[in-house]
């Protein structure tokens, strides 16, 4: 898992989101396209999500998320989908082995402006890469 630290353009989500691209395309090589056929280019913003127990994704992949309920899973993408997610609130990403995967198995506490990149597994299984 990549894990991103706060710059001073952080607050800046076009550079924040440059940073991603270019920290992803450094894990995953050079010839990494970060814009699958079948999605939203990464960081095309969609609606708000109120969240809710399971986070239900529309267009885009690039998402505020309002409210505080925690969330315990995301509905499916395709394998290999890259979704953006801000917070604007406190609430709890618990760890499913499975459906939520994150790193070492501990639950996530978001709070105001957190951002966590995560990637499809495909079947409704999603794994965190990035959080920043």
Do not use: C
Request: proline share 5%; glycine share 10%; net charge negative.
């Amino acid at each position: 898992m990549v894990i991103f630290s706060p710059t001073s353009d952080s607050s800046d989500l076009d550079s924040r989101i440059a940073r991603l691209e270019s920290q992803m395309r450094d894990h995953l090589g050079p010839r990494t396209s970060l814009i699958y056929p079948h999605v939203s280019p990464l960081g095309m913003k969609g609606a708000d999500i109120p969240s809710a127990a399971t986070l239900r994704l529309l267009d885009g992949s690039y998402f505020h998320v309002t409210g505080t309920t925690g969330i315990t899973r995301i509905t499916a993408r395709p394998e290999g989908d890259l979704v953006i997610l801000e917070f604007d609130g406190i609430l709890t990403i618990t760890h499913n082995a499975t459906n939520l995967i994150l790193k070492g198995g501990l639950n996530i506490t978001t709070a105001a402006g957190d951002v966590v990149l995560f990637i499809s597994e495909g079947d409704g299984n999603w794994r965190v890469i990035a959080r920043l």
